[in-house]
């Protein structure tokens, strides 16, 4: 993946995943390894673990650790409170 420079690498990581969730890449209940994706983007895994978490509440996925990303699925009322772009 070729990075802009004018925005941090981790937002563009959480922009591909959300992307790759709503396009059914991440099917419901698909872990989503951190290893795997530091290798693909060349990055550290920090950057990767960043841009898992970013924003927490808003994405249908759970962080565990040692493990990865948990890819959750969402159902009416599972993202209530979760703070919007309006």
Known sequence: MTF???RPKWVQIADVIRSRIASGEYPPHHLISEAQMER??????VTVRK???????REPHRHHPGHGLLRLE???GSL??????A
């Open 74 to 76: 969402v159902t009416p």
């Open 40 to 45: 693909e983007f060349g990055v550290a895994r």
């Open 4 to 6: 802009d420079p004018t």
């Open 51 to 57: 841009g898992h978490r970013s924003p927490p509440r």
């Open 80 to 85: 209530a409170g979760a703070p919007t772009d």
